[in-house]
Structures are given as C-alpha cells and as structure tokens.
C-alpha cells in the first residue's frame, strides 16, 4: 500500500503538478488552450444564427460543442501524454532505469495515464464551468454519466497503450497519437454532429468511442437520462472496450519485446 501511494506522490504531484506549476509559461498556455476554444465556438454558433444550427439537427449549439470539447481532451491528451511521457524518457535516457524497476514500464505507463486523468478533469470543469457561466443548463444523470465516463477512459487506455506501442517502434511519427489529436475533434461529433459527415468519414466516426460516447453524455448530461435509457450506446461502448484493451496490451507487450529483443529500446 506504501509502495502505491510513494508512486502516486512521485508520478501525479512530483512529475505531473509540480513540474506543470514550476512552467508559468506553460501552464498559461494550458489554461488558454482550454478556454479559447470555447468562445471560439460561442461566437462561431452565435453568428451562424439559430436557424442554422437547428437545419443540422442541433437545438443549443453552446451546450452541444461545449461537452464535446469537455471530454474531448480526455481521449486525445491522455494518449499523447503518455506516448510523450515514453518517448521523454528514451530521449533522457532513462527508460532502462523503469525497465528494471519492480513496477516496470507499465507501471509507468498507467500512473502517467493517471495525471493525464486528473489533468483534463480540471480541464473538463473548467469548460464545463465556462458553459455553465454562457447559458447552458445542466440536468446531469450522475450514475449514467460517471458509467459513460469511465468505459471511455478504459477505451482510451486501450488506443493509449496502442500508442505507446508505436513510440517503441517508430520512436517519432506516432500515427495513433497524430489521428486523436488532429481528426478526432471533427470526425467525433465534438462540435458538429456525425450526421452532417460524408458517408465514408462517418463509417469511421462511427468506429470511435469517443463519438458514443459524447452521444450518451449529451444525453444524460443535458437531458437527465438514466442507464436504462442509454443502454444501447453503454453495451456498444463495453463492446469497444473488450476489443479495444486486451488489443492494446497485446501490441505494447509486443512492441516492447521486440524492442527489447533488437536493443533499440533506450534508441532515439
């Protein structure tokens, strides 16, 4: 139990908010990187017109984008965070030292998957507290909501460990981390509904758990429905998960033996 919360107190407060609060700069950035988006779009969805937006199949643009953009962040930074957090620690040096350690590198893997976590839930309030202040109102399902929550971040763990997977065999140009941070705020009905997609970009759309997810979300979050009533898109994103998590331990199990078989783990 010591060991667990020494490794808490290393990888959330000692690497993750002390190293983010000691880059003022950086943190800055953070902050506006969060909020920015935010007003761009209330302003995009306040001159397009209400009209327009409902000929999309959308009733409240600011409610719809703002969840999107809430939880979002959770899918793409948690992945590119913790292939970064790998591939820092080729560049330093240090990823033998991990290798050898009682926890070894999956042990890294998943605490770094654990400030990614708590990182964009401040993320999350913050955008949900903005759309809060420019009008949308909540009638959040607690119960469906928290279960939604937690099969997406067990998908995303998945793609995560994916991802990881590449930054030990490509080392740069991941292809996982670059799609779920570039494509996915609009191929995922983040801030505009899949329906209005092309019918191939919305085959893929549909392949992501993200988009469901958001579906569900808006659904309990904005019009209190229950586990019931959602059912249909739980059991879908349960089906994600049960593919997408042994695959992803799968292939980073892969990817690190064959690594570690050809030497080029500490490689750069």
């Known amino acids: 139990m010591g060991g667990v919360i020494d490794k808490l107190y290393a990888y959330i407060y000692l690497r993750g908010f002390k190293i983010w609060t000691s880059y003022k700069t950086q943190m800055i950035l953070n902050v506006l990187s969060w909020v920015l988006p935010v007003f761009t779009y209330y302003f995009v969805g306040t001159s397009l017109g209400n009209s327009l937006v409902e000929r999309i199949g959308v009733t409240n643009y ?94 995303t763990i998945g793609f995560a460990m994916i991802s990881a997977g590449f930054t030990m065999i490509v080392k740069q140009g991941n292809p996982i981390a670059f799609f779920f941070s570039t494509f996915t705020t609009l191929m995922s009905g983040t801030v505009f509904p899949v329906s209005i997609l092309p019918l191939p970009v919305k085959l893929v759309s549909l392949a992501l758990p993200l988009t469901w997810a958001l579906n569900g979300l808006r659904l309990s979050m904005l019009n209190g429905e229950g586990v019931l009533q959602l059912l249909s898109i739980i059991l879908i994103l349960v089906l994600f998960d049960v593919i997408l998590v042994p695959l992803g331990i799968g292939f980073y199990t892969y990817a690190f033996r064959r690594a570690r078989k050809k030497g080029t783990l500490s490689e750069y």
Do not use: C, D, H
Not at 62 to 83: D, E, K, N, P, R
Not at 126 to 131: D, Y
């Open 62 to 155: 600011t409610a719809f984008f703002v969840i999107g953009l809430a939880f979002q962040g959770y899918v793409s930074s948690i992945i590119t965070t913790i292939s970064q957090r790998l591939r820092n620690e080729q560049l330093y040096g240090t990823i033998e030292y991990y290798v050898l350690s009682s926890g070894g590198v999956v042990s890294f893997l998943v605490y770094s998957a654990i400030w990614g976590f708590i990182i964009n839930t401040i993320n999350s309030v913050v955008t949900l507290s903005i759309g809060f202040a420019l009008g949308v109102k909540y009638n959040i399902n607690i119960l469906a909501t928290a279960i939604i929550i937690f099969l997406l971040l067990l998908s």
